[in-house]
């Protein structure tokens, strides 16, 4: 049997084991034995087809890793992390003690309580600096 053949059976079975898998890891080694089947168009020697497959595999194993953290880097808060830093405003009076107290900030009323265990009155503008919970934790501004 031909050596190319080979290569497209073990680049065949990588894509299937990709398919099974959540990383996209295994992919690079079929691209790997994909390079290593090209190589063997021009020469029969299997260590020669076989560091083409470990290098090229391995580079682009370490070069889209790279790639894919710079792209897909998110420095923006999400979800509720993004109301931190923004305002609004005491809607019921905030009191420790009771624990009660409600925020309205973009239109969303918020369970709230002070940074510092203070008493905030309804209609003071507040800023959010953390959320824990179901709750914003504000102080005033």
Excluded: H, Y
């Amino acid at each position: 049997m031909a050596m190319w053949k080979i290569w497209v059976i073990a680049a065949g079975l990588f894509l299937i084991l990709e398919s099974i898998t959540t990383g996209f890891l295994v992919f690079w080694f079929a691209v790997g034995c994909v390079l290593a089947m090209i190589i063997s168009f021009f020469t029969e020697n299997l260590i020669i087809q076989g560091t083409t497959f470990i290098i090229s595999s391995t580079i682009l194993i370490f070069a889209t890793r790279k790639m894919a953290n710079f792209f897909l880097k998110n420095d923006k808060p999400n979800g509720v992390n993004s109301l931190v830093g923004k305002t609004g405003k005491v809607t019921v009076d905030i009191v420790p003690i009771d624990g009660q107290g409600q925020i309205k900030t973009g239109g969303e009323t918020w369970s709230a309580i002070s940074e510092d265990e203070s008493n905030i009155e309804k209609g003071t503008e507040v800023i959010i600096t953390n959320i824990i919970g179901v709750k914003a934790v504000v102080k005033p501004k």
